[in-house]
């Protein structure tokens, strides 16, 4: 009922609590006949959706946040890609809030009214998948904002992937720490994630 001085809504801590199950479970092993999520392969969005994948990185002693988005179409072929530096970030939770509002906004601009938005930061996801949650923590505003953001499209979806399932997430994510201005590819990517890119693929 209170934790730090602080009391919390049931629905908030009801979705807090399974985000720490599922975490629980990672690191230790889940117990048989428990609905945990499983490792699955990366999907490719439904067709006529694009999936827009997020991650972020963290620099604790510099306070900076590495943010990156990929887009895909529903073949599993790239679209589009960013990587950038986010200042003042002090927490790792905030760099992945930061990295999935950017993958909303830059969903916006590919032209399309069905996206999913998928990321490896259980409690992020799980946070924009609860409309109707009210978050009193201090990035409550950032969320209420990604989440008036996605209600702009026709559609959408929030889902959870493991970050294994797109190798290319963590590099980009760790490239944009080292950027001074964000970092944008249309159609043809880079040359650094071209080879993950392949793997990724391979993997579908």
């Not at 399974?18 to 117990?31: A, D, I, S």
């Not at 609905?35 to 002693?61: L, Y």
């Not at 946040?65 to 990929?70: C, I, P, T, Y």
């Not at 493991?162 to 043809?188: I, Y």
């Amino acid at each position: 009922m209170l934790w730090n001085g602080k009391a919390l809504e049931p629905s908030e801590m009801h979705c807090k609590v399974q985000t720490w199950l599922h975490e629980f479970h990672k690191w230790h092993g889940p117990r048989k006949n428990t609905n945990v999520v499983t490792r699955q392969p990366w999907k490719p969005p439904e067709n006529g959706w694009i999936k827009s994948n997020f991650d972020a990185a963290w620099d604790e002693q510099l306070e900076i946040g590495g943010v990156r988005v990929v887009i895909w179409n529903h073949k599993g072929e790239f679209m589009a890609a960013v990587a950038m530096r986010v200042e003042g970030i002090g927490s790792p939770l905030l760099a992945e809030i930061m990295a999935a509002r950017e993958a909303v906004i830059f969903s916006q601009h590919q032209q399309t009214t069905d996206v999913e938005v998928e990321g490896d930061a259980l409690m992020v996801t799980t946070t924009l998948q609860h409309e109707g949650l009210k978050d009193s923590s201090p990035f409550g505003h950032i969320i209420a904002n990604t989440r008036q953001i996605l209600s702009g499209f026709s559609q959408c979806k929030v889902t959870f992937g493991q970050c294994s399932t797109n190798k290319m997430a963590h590099r980009l994510a760790r490239l944009g720490l080292a950027l001074d201005n964000p970092v944008v590819w249309f159609k043809e990517p880079f040359d650094v994630i071209i080879d993950l890119l392949i793997e990724d693929s391979n993997r579908m």
